[in-house]
RNA sequence: GGGGAGGUUCCCGAGCGGCCAAAGGGGGCAGACUGUAAAUCUGUUGGUUAUUCCUUCGAAGGUUCGAAUCCUUCUCUCCCCA
């Protein structure tokens, strides 16, 4: 049974613009009886350590850690996939009469968890490859003109440059001759979930400074190495795993012949600070967040502790 | 000392008499987000009493109905010859 099915099961998510500081968090108060879902698309995969900043061995092996390194850098992930092992995760944690601490970066699969999944089916690959190359031979005009013609509604939200989105609703009208926009997207969170959401944030200059230092530490740990040894693995920047910032900047670098190892950290810290910005706006619109500087330990500890009683 | 190129809005950079508060890119700011989301995309970016007026294209002066664009002098930067 999902945990859908349940009553007010406590559930505590941990949301912060990367850099933010939530590893240290768990850290200090997490540590005993939690149990962690990560909520981060990159840290799910093995290979990607340090460049993902994921948490150390040494604390992953003092509170358990589920959705990291379940998979290889080259396969393919969901939101969808998120929820269900996460819900698998939240009864695995609840059954050892621990509490779940989802925390991560990526909104959109907070997003989903708390709302449930929209109707719309999960991608298929072979339908969305058929899709990319319709767009790629009749051109992006095309595709959106298509797109108004079958699916009006969704024509209208996409905006016509916005090629991922474009690709999707033609995929779902392809794949199940119905307009993307038919199916229900929820619009308040499941039933029984209310969890503590707590929502980090930094100041501005703060959290620029601290990914500067970050991205310096990563380059001091391995970072070279351990994209060398991707490469190995032959890795290409077509990979998921490889769309993470800290190694995407690797392929653009050496595709446009500006590789080094200054402009390398240069563009990696320019990239997370960007990503930080939009993580920032996506959550804001998710209502419901306690919003907390990192540095306040005491007050989390007494959010939390309030919460759990 | 001689010759050449150039100084444009936060940055790079286009414009080279009116259609220029000034293309484009970057950065900043704001936003979107229906199964790839560390992705993808959008808006905005001199001030304002806001379909107007003011200030702005190194500085000062001049030509012109009108100048970032033409002329003069000054000043700074870069390159070449000494």
Redesign the pocket.
Same mark, same amino acid.
């Given at each position: 049974m999902p945990p859908v099915k349940r009553n007010n099961i406590p559930l505590i998510f941990l949301f912060g613009p990367?850099g933010v500081g939530k590893t240290a968090l768990l850290d200090s108060l997490f540590s005993e009886g939690f149990s962690v879902i990560n909520a981060?698309?990159?840290?799910i995969y093995r290979h990607l350590d340090i460049?993902?900043?994921k948490p150390e061995p040494e604390l992953v092996a003092r509170i358990p850690h589920y959705l990291v390194d379940i998979l290889d850098p080259w396969e393919?992930?969901?939101?969808?996939?998120f929820v269900?092992r996460a819900d698998e995760a939240v009864e695995d944690i609840l059954s050892q009469g621990r509490i779940p601490v989802i925390s991560g970066?990526?909104?959109?699969y907070f997003k989903h968890f708390l709302y449930g999944?929209?109707?719309?089916? +999960?991608?298929s690959p072979e339908v969305?490859f058929f899709v990319q190359r319709e767009v790629e031979t009749h051109g992006q005009e095309w595709a959106y003109r298509r797109l108004e013609e079958v699916d009006p509604l969704s024509a209208a939200?996409i905006?016509r440059?916005?090629?991922?989105?474009l690709?999707?609703a033609l995929e779902?009208w392809e794949a199940t001759g119905r307009p993307?926009?038919s199916?229900r997207?929820p619009s308040v969170p499941r039933e029984g979930l209310k969890p503590l959401i707590i929502g980090l944030t930094r100041d +501005?200059e703060e959290l620029a400074e601290r990914i500067e230092l970050r991205v310096e530490l990563m380059v001091e740990q391995g970072l070279m190495e351990e994209i060398d040894s991707l490469l190995a693995m032959k890795a290409t920047p077509e990979w998921?795993g490889m769309?993470?910032?800290?190694y995407?900047e690797y392929f653009t670098l050496k595709r446009e012949g500006q590789w080094s190892l200054d402009a390398f950290k240069a563009l990696i810290v320019?990239?997370s600070?960007?990503?930080a +910005?939009?993580q920032m706006?996506?959550f804001?619109?998710i209502e419901g967040v306690t919003w907390m500087n990192p540095e306040e330990t005491e007050s989390i500890q007494a959010l939390v502790d309030d919460y759990l009683s």
């Open positions: 990367t981060d698309s990159k840290q460049g993902s900043a393919d992930f969901s939101v969808g996939q269900h970066g990526t909104a959109f999944l929209p109707e719309s089916p +999960k991608s969305r939200k905006h440059n916005d090629t991922y989105r690709t999707r779902v993307l926009s199916y997207v +501005k998921p769309q993470g910032i800290g995407q320019k990239n600070i960007k990503y +910005k939009r706006t996506f804001r619109s």
